[in-house]
């Protein structure tokens, strides 16, 4: 039977897909092997573990939230360079950096790129019609929409990209990408066609429903991955994006009508929107990483390990 402390082999560390993290990777392993010795060091060891992958899975949006705050806490009025253009020349330079030190990929990068044009047209469209505003000037802009918005929507292509990567996501039956496609289509065309008195938010939840239903997702925190329903995990990424938005609004970055007065919270009902923004990035990273399905024998036997220590 194998020993635990023969587990966590730095080859095997996601770690690897970032340059810069690669001299940690055999430290990180030592620190594994110490904390494996215990049954409630190893519990710890591996939640703290989630918790730093998760974190690192949002550097890009950790970045632009803390931005976010910075500017509308510390930004000074009498500056030339406007808070809005300042987000964006800001968010450029962090793109760059993260490119240049390889703390991103370029399969990143291309999600990124594409999410931000996609949700760059959505701005216009939405900003036109009145569904939200931004209520400061700016010179970078493209019809009244400042260009760093669209980093809003990067933010989540990314997140998606890496902890796919991170968590080395493997699936019980995964829905076609075909469909997902469709159906990604389709709710992005929603965004536009419920201001013309079609909305068919409830047929996309009710698809949704139906192409995740059935789906595991499998994530790697230390030794084996654990499991939960996927449409589980799209809801609850769905309520994190939903409070970073009022961060947002909070910090007038962006304004909802009701807003413009005195702020409050985001409509909980605008959960469902960005359930929907949700699935369209996870079906460009799907397309990035072709979704693997779980091996079960390499993961009964990943487990015995853990069953022995118990």
């Known amino acids: 039977m194998n020993d635990r402390n023969d587990l966590a082999k730095p080859a095997d560390s996601a770690a690897a897909l970032w340059a810069p993290l690669k001299p940690f990777i055999a430290g990180e392993a030592r620190l594994g092997r110490a904390m494996a010795r215990r049954h409630w060091t190893a519990v710890l060891y591996e939640f703290l573990r989630f918790g730093v992958k998760q974190g690192w899975a949002c550097l890009f949006g950790g970045i632009a939230v803390a931005l976010m705050i910075g500017t509308f806490s510390f930004y000074p009025a009498s500056i030339a360079l406007a808070r809005y253009d300042a987000l964006f020349v800001a968010m450029l330079a962090v793109q760059a950096i993260l490119l240049v030190t390889r703390l ?24 036109a019609v009145g569904s939200w505003i931004y209520p400061e000037p700016n010179f970078f802009r493209i019809a009244g929409v400042p260009l760093f918005s669209g980093f809003m929507y990067s933010c989540i292509g990314s997140y998606l990209c890496r902890v796919w990567r991170l968590f080395d996501f493997r699936f019980t039956r ?31 939840f009710a698809a949704a429903a139906l192409a995740f239903g059935r789906t595991t997702v499998h994530y790697k925190v230390w030794h084996v991955h654990r499991s939960m329903p996927l449409l589980l995990g799209l809801v609850l990424v769905s ?28 409509s909980i009902a605008k959960l469902g929107s960005w359930f929907l923004l949700l699935i369209i990035s996870y079906t460009l990273v799907s397309l990035v990483n072709p979704p693997r399905e779980i091996t079960r024998g390499r993961e009964e036997a990943a487990a015995e390990p853990e069953r022995a220590a118990a």
């Open 104 to 127: 991103e990929t370029f399969d990143e990068a291309k999600v990124i790129l594409i999410y931000h044009l996609v949700g760059t047209v959505m701005e216009i469209f939405k900003t």
């Open 239 to 266: 309520l994190f994006i939903w409070f970073s938005e009022n961060i947002g609004t909070y910090t007038k970055t962006w304004l909802y009508p009701a807003q413009q007065h005195a702020w409050a919270l985001v």
């Open 174 to 204: 995964h829905p076609p990408r075909a469909s997902l496609v469709a159906l990604s289509l389709a709710a992005y065309a929603n965004f536009f066609l419920d201001h013309f008195g079609l909305d068919l938010r409830i047929v996309l």
